[in-house]
């Protein structure tokens, strides 16, 4: 996973809560076997509407995206992340999120910022009157800013210093391989097995 | 110090804990299925780990299926591709698979627990997240992504930091007519599809407890369209006598210990939750969605809702695009709503009670002029467990169609789907956009319901049925 600091860049606004795992990838999409080439898929449905806020020429090259309340509800499909990565976004900022979603986001060097729905709305008059703002995210001190905003920003403590080292979790937990053997050792005789 | 039955299920599976860093937990069971799971196989392969326990994971085929012609290869080329690879990945790193067409194979979480793997007081995964479902048995059970999938695979652990608890506690018996189904979607629409965020919700109470196993799934089954992570229900009774006798549930000696320790798991009696609900089940009736997210719901005898009665200005925005993607009129009685397809089947209402309720609906009637009707059953067991009741026939001989088991139409990955405008009664969970199909709408009903909207055309419940009977 690569290292996160500071991000700075163009954002979208996206003026709708409860955006779900299916608008951000439909299941069709999920057929794929491999990790990387969702780009395509990014909200693949809303994207056929001219309208839609990524359609604009304004929105080109944005990495970061300033979402409604509820962002990435659903499923668990991990391809809602990759999808957004490599359509280019690097941070979401929102009021809440599914708690699934933020998990695989954290995983995959996604940041997830957490603002006041305030922020949100303050952040979505900037670059709606100025898409050209470039809009700062500074993991370290916890804050975004653009314009003449800068608000500080919700994250776990623990997957800030992960996504500051970028860290790999399973190499962290095979660090204690040994623990994990007593505690197998020790289980109950009648847990099940499958076969 | 009293603790809750989450609480208790957390501790036991605490591998290592550390100030400042999630706890490392225990993974007792992990299920999987094709498509969360073929990009972890790779990070395997790349990072040449193994699959630390073959013996506590089992894969199935679900997602992407057909749920007709299964003799035959899958026609979907990138189906079949996504399918082959799990089957060649289970065969590479020696985890169990139930295949199409082998007498095992459902929906994952169907599975499970009419194996007997799932049991009280475990820690059950699986990159799905209606893996919630499997807390109808007291364990403590949740959806992961792709990285989580690796990651037990790996270790059979994961790294997680501890959820908030939440009582919902339903009070009083459910009325005639009122189903599972309709009570966790009035919970839903109560606490909103981020209420639970951050929280394990714990479903007890009269009501819950006279519930069957098969309905206390389906409640667990949609914690996560209330945000939850997780929902659970203590073991009791009728846990012990559904599992009593499983393939892979305690025998002899092991199951006397067994259940001397589910038994302990129930939450004390002055646990505190971070949270509580209550619900009076005598107010509940059938309830149905009419939006575009399992929140937006309303009895079936309401009408579909003005959005400017909403006070939150989100709900409100949500409420109309809702209605826009819907075509759907405010003002308009549900009942009025008018069908295209009945889709009865899911991890929700894909279980053997949920077809016996929709045939007992169905029985001697017909089904609607240009209404389709289909019904997939949630695993080959339950589908000849059906076929052996003669529910097959009722529901040939009422014009539906009897399908293979599988995900199906609930998220139309295999050829099952909607066409842009169609509109379906759905036993699923989710009603999200283009979820059955793009440009598809869902409702969201209850077994019942769903056969007697199949019956009369529009949105109904067997009570209406009844009514034009007399």
Redesign the interface.
Known sequence: MEKFTVHSGTAAPL????V?T??II???Y??????HGFEDALFA?WRKDPEFILNQPQTQGVTILVA???FG???????A?WALMDYGFKVIISS?????FR??SG??GLLTAVVDQEVVETLWQIIEAAPQTQVTVDLEARTVSAGELTATFEI???VRWRLIEGLD??G???R??E??NS??AA????????? | MARTLAEKVWSDHVVRHAEGEPDILFIDLHLVHEVTSAQAFDGLRETQRIVRRPDLTLATEDHNVPTIDIDKPIADPISRAQVDALRNNCAEFGVPIYSLGNAEQGIVHVVGPQLGLTQPGMTVVCGDSHTSTHGAFGALAFGIGTSEVEHVLATQTLPLKPFKTMAITVNGALPEGVTAKDLILAVITKIGTGGGQGYVLEYRGEAIRALSMEARMTICNMSIEAGARAGMIAPDETTFDYLNGRDHAPKDADWDAAVAYWRTLPSDVDAKFDAEVVIEASELSPFVTWGTNPGQGAPLSGVVPTPEDFADPAAREAATKALAYMGLTAGTPLKSIAVDTVFLGSCTNGRIEDLRAAADVVRGRKVANGVRFMVVPGSVRVRLAAMAEGLDKIFLEAGAEWREAGCSMCLAMNPDKLTPGERSASTSNRNFEGRQGPGGRTHLVSPQVAAATAIRGTLSSPADLNMDAS
């Open positions: 003026r709708a809560s409860n779900d299916d608008q439909p299941a069709e999920l057929k794929r076997i491999t990790r449905a409604g309340p509820d509800t659903g499923s668990s499909r991990e391809h992340v809440r999120y599914a708690d699934i998990g695989n995983k995959q776990d403590d623990y979790d399973i962290l937990t095979m204690h391989v623990t994990i505690f197998e289980r109950p005789t009648f847990k099940p097995v499958t076969r």
